[in-house]
């Protein structure tokens, strides 16, 4: 479960060390990581009352590789770095301070990446791994990311994501359940269980056929559904509603189609779109809380960061509090 802190004032440091220290405890972590964790925790949200405009904190357990443990992503408004390397040597401040923090950050993360722009803002991945487990890459595994926020307001989120393995298929899914509040949520909950169940045998196309006939009893939802064979080099794609869904290469965008409609409801007739996918593939699903406006031009090395990474910047920079926003980011390697 990710829990998103929003950051502007000191008093919020400690908001972010408690939910650290939640997670932390869900997970089983030992005393000694959960102190880096907390450690992460109070440097990325001081930076962020500091020099961050429009910040937060979001925190999560992940699970990837053979390392589970703590995510914590930071991402703001601010000024970013015009070089990140000097800053983050001990002893650089601009704040007035000892100028070790950027540098503690990185010490105490298994896993820390950073994507900035002067004057577009910065992103930090920080990961913490339990029992110092280390990485192992799986041949043909995906490396995932998410964002997921309800709109302003509302506690309950209407839209929902699910990554999980189904045989030889990586099944992922987006769902934005009808408006908004407990309702929406309810009818996105019952979309991903119909995904979750799924035998591997199933398309992406018999899914939606299932997630029809079973949330006629609910409000009803928009969702789409990608199935990818990293090790045959393919991705089948379904879809139904404004569930935005692209895929981008070095070379192109491809973007995926849906049929209208609504899935408990009415729809089209259903169509399966096939794409071939290798290494350098990256595969976008967002709800309509996300614009579809994004451009890779202007984040240049953003696609070559950790799935994690692109979709809380895509999400900060054009997720809607209007509504509930969902991004769910697949990279064919990391």
């Known amino acids: 479960m990710e829990k998103t802190v929003e950051v502007s004032e000191h008093s919020q440091v400690a908001e972010v060390r408690r939910v650290v ?18 450690l992460v925790a109070t440097e990325v949200s001081t930076n962020l009352v500091k020099y961050g405009k429009q910040g937060f904190v979001s925190v999560s357990a992940f699970a990837e590789w053979g390392t589970s443990g703590i995510q914590i992503v930071a991402a703001d408004k601010g000024p970013g770095f015009s070089n990140f390397l000097a800053s983050a040597r001990d002893g650089v401040s601009t704040g ?7 540098g503690g950050i990185m010490r105490a993360s298994d896993l820390f990446e950073v994507f900035t722009v002067p004057g577009q803002g910065s992103a930090l991945l920080c990961r913490v791994n339990k029992g110092n487990a280390k990485p192992s890459r799986i041949k043909g595994a995906l490396a995932i990311g998410s964002r997921r926020t309800p709109m302003r307001g509302q506690v309950a989120c209407g839209d929902a994501c699910l990554y999980a393995q189904a045989g030889g298929w990586q099944r992922l899914c987006v769902v934005d359940g009808l408006g908004h509040g407990p309702l929406a949520a309810r009818a996105a909950a ?18 939606l056929a299932r997630a029809h006939e079973a949330l006629k009893t609910t409000r009803g939802a928009v969702m789409a559904v990608a199935a990818i064979d990293s090790i045959a080099g ?25 049929v209208e409609g609504v899935v408990g409801y009415q729809s089209r007739t259903l169509k399966v779109e096939e794409q071939p996918w290798h ?7 967002s709800s309509d809380g996300v614009s579809t406006r994004w451009n890779p031009s202007r984040y240049p090395g953003l696609l070559t960061r950790h799935a994690a990474l692109i979709a809380a910047v895509i999400h900060r920079d054009f997720a809607r509090d209007s509504d509930d926003a969902t991004l769910l980011v697949a990279k064919g390697k990391p």
Not at 96 to 102: A, H, K, Q, R
Not at 191 to 201: T, Y
């Open 279 to 285: 290494e350098d593939c990256t595969l976008i699903l």
């Open 21 to 38: 220290a939640e997670v932390a405890a869900g997970q089983g972590m030992s005393s000694v990581e959960a102190g880096r964790c907390a």
């Open 96 to 102: 007035g301070s000892l100028g070790i923090g950027l």
């Open 234 to 258: 393919r991705l089948c794609f379904s879809g139904v509603g404004n569930i935005a869904a692209a895929i981008y290469t070095t070379e192109d965008t491809r973007h995926l189609l849906s």
């Open 190 to 207: 019952e979309a991903i269980a119909i995904v979750r169940a799924a035998p591997a045998a199933l398309s992406p196309m018999e899914i």
